[in-house]
């Protein structure tokens, strides 16, 4: 093989690697909680949080950006967790200090579990926010909020397609 050839393939490789890391992936694989989600690289988890008694994990999640954020709370639950209940008590804890809803719920039946989806916003931000709650008949029960929070003065449909990718790959196992 040439020099010059050999070049150009280890041109071609090094760009080949970079555009493989550029579109890497991050899986979160939650086993204990039964779900898993996919993020690009542009994704950095920030925090990690389990209660004592194991029934609940919280994770964080921030964009390179700094615009745009994302928080993952699972929940074990006896028997099935209607999802209306879900959303009431998420919305009325001030802890998380969600803005007002924009619009109506979005409903889906999966068979194995719901999912409503809802918009919040006020001046500073906008959320986009996925309630889920599984319906198993004879083992553990689980509920799930997946919350987008970004920046008012970023949000644009391109974020917008951004939430709904990544949405997508928000597997319940």
């Known amino acids: 093989m040439t020099h010059k ?16 890391a550029g579109n890497a992936q991050t899986t979160l694989n939650e086993k204990d909680y039964k779900f898993s989600i996919f993020l690009t690289s542009d994704w950095t988890k920030t925090k990690e949080e389990e209660t004592s008694k194991k029934n609940a994990i919280s994770y964080s999640f921030n964009n390179i950006d700094q615009e745009n954020s994302l928080m993952i709370m699972a929940f074990k639950v006896n028997g099935i967790k209607d999802i209306d209940d879900l959303i009431y008590n998420v919305e009325k804890d001030v802890n998380l200090d969600i803005p007002s809803k924009s ?10 579990y719901d999912r409503k989806e809802a918009t919040y916003k006020d001046n500073e931000v906008v959320e986009t926010v996925y309630y889920f709650t599984t319906k ?4 553990q029960n689980y509920a799930y909020v997946v919350r987008f929070i970004t920046l008012a003065n970023a949000y644009n449909s391109s974020v917008s397609k951004e939430i709904d990718d990544i949405i997508k790959t928000f597997k319940i196992n």
Do not use: E, P, R
């Open 5 to 20: 050839l050999k070049k150009l393939l280890m041109v071609i490789f090094g760009f080949l690697l970079i555009a493989q």
């Open 103 to 112: 619009g109506d719920y979005n409903y889906n039946d999966y068979g194995d």
């Open 136 to 139: 198993n008949v004879d083992t």
